[in-house]
């Protein structure tokens, strides 16, 4: 078999691993609404079966982190990208980890003054909120499977610096340093010296420039910038075209140029 097509397999099991974590943590965000409601209800054996069923949660999204463990270790080598696997699901345990001590400490929160101090409909929507991005992040996590020919992704991050004033309530924020990477999935040629170039690319310091144009008519935006190829991977179905994946990091920024 060949050596790019054992990596899809190994990557696509650990990331089925990868959507049981994500799941799972879903089902556990989701309890904490139910526990907010039983709190204000008094109901005292919801709210033990409530942190119960977490606390089991989260036991399970740790067993699944040592599965994808063991999971990385038996292939070895085979996945390029294995740390971020490993980096993910790490940090899918943690998160599940919060959402059980975020239980325990409002499952010992005084109701009466929850209620006094009308902070109950601000935990309630703090919750929905995480709730939310959870769902975005089960999201995520479903599509990584998802290996379509010649798509393109492309995703720009800006960090945000606090600076709130001493003795202000609320919290202001301003942007930082922004980044931007990406990756995309073509149809592999050994005779095509551009894509000879990116693959000799890979551990260099050299930056390449990449553009990106609408499709269709080509109106709209062009998105350029310099970028520092990170990896690539090649994987070839029996009866189906070979495949390369690019994976790549932004260096300096993005640029936008109407059509």
Known sequence: MYSGELEVQ??????????????RILNASRELGTLTESLMKKDKKAVKNTLEQISTIEEEVENLRRKITREVADVGGLIMNRENLLNTSYT???IAGYITGIAFKLSNVNIATLKSSKLDKDISELISLVVDEVYKLNEIIRSLNTNTAN????????QTIE???????DRTYKAGLSQFSGSADVYFRDDNTAQTDIFNAIGSDTSNTINLYPSGTGQGIKLSGNVIITGHSISSNFDGMVEASITFQGSGALTRTPL
């Open 92 to 94: 899918m345990d943690e």
């Open 10 to 23: 190994a990557k696509r099991k650990a990331i089925a691993v990868l959507q049981d974590e994500i799941n």
């Open 151 to 158: 798509a393109i992704e492309l995703a720009q991050e800006t």
């Open 163 to 169: 600076d709130t004033s001493l003795g202000s309530v």
